[in-house]
């Protein structure tokens, strides 16, 4: 679900940022879900995220950074 994804990738702001795209924007996808390219977009940036981490152990605790 939409909202989820965006909370998990650090909310509203951080998506926004990430997205290079207007805070109200991100706000609008979580009623109406995230547009496919921007949705891929953050799946591949979850993907990527994943794997930077897994060099540093300290972050596995701490699961709202391990689900992209």
């Known amino acids: 679900d ?3 994804i965006i909370d998990d990738l650090g ?9 290079k ?3 109200p924007s991100v ?3 979580r009623k109406t879900g995230i547009p496919e390219a921007r949705r891929m ?5 979850g993907r990527m995220f994943l794997s ?7 972050l596995i605790g701490r ?5 992209p």
């Not at 977009?41 to 940036?45: G, K, P």
């Not at 930077?52 to 300290?58: V, Y």
């Not at 699961?63 to 689900?67: G, I, K």
């Open 2 to 4: 939409a909202s989820k």
């Open 11 to 19: 909310g509203t702001a951080e998506v926004a940022r990430l997205c």
């Open 21 to 23: 795209v207007k805070m």
């Open 27 to 29: 706000s609008d996808w």
């Open 41 to 45: 977009y953050l799946e591949a940036f």
């Open 52 to 58: 930077e981490i897994s060099h540093f152990p300290a």
């Open 63 to 67: 699961p709202q950074l391990l689900n």
